[in-house]
């Protein structure tokens, strides 16, 4: 038999470890550090199983081919511009959204667990995917 025959016995599920590690492989094939393809493929992921598939894996192709373009960064980092207490600006540096999104949120909690809330906006970040580049966390 087969191996399309075996898969179609089955019941046709991928498990999301394995869609997780396609999306990471596909971005480190094309120069991803690890790090950041593992945020990639998370967000993707996460994207399509919360039904938001106009922001989930068909995604896929358009950031290979931006890394492998250049069009963005696949290895920058982000950086903080200005910073006081409670907020940040940072420059994604052309990053891939991703890692913007997740530098700009840990910061942003850092600071509301120090001062009660935490506000980082950011620019120069690559299709972050949510409607706004401002992340904001109040403290419980």
Avoid: Q
């Amino acid at each position: 038999m087969g191996k399309g025959k075996e898969m179609a016995k089955g019941n046709g599920i991928v498990p999301l470890t394995e869609v997780c590690r396609f999306v990471s492989d596909a971005m480190e094939a094309v120069g991803t550090p690890k790090m950041h393809a593992a945020a990639m493929a998370d967000l993707l992921v996460a994207a399509d199983y919360r039904g938001h598939f106009s922001h989930g894996l068909n995604r896929l192709e358009m950031y290979v081919r931006d890394v492998r373009s250049k069009s963005t960064n696949a290895e920058a980092t982000p950086t903080i511009l200005k910073e006081k207490a409670a907020v940040a600006l940072v420059n994604g540096n052309n990053a891939l959204g991703p890692v913007v999104g997740n530098f700009c949120m840990d910061l942003a909690m850092k600071k509301a667990k120090e001062t009660g809330v935490g506000w980082v906006s950011a620019r120069g970040e690559i299709a972050f995917l949510w409607n706004s580049s401002t992340i904001i966390f109040l403290r419980p």
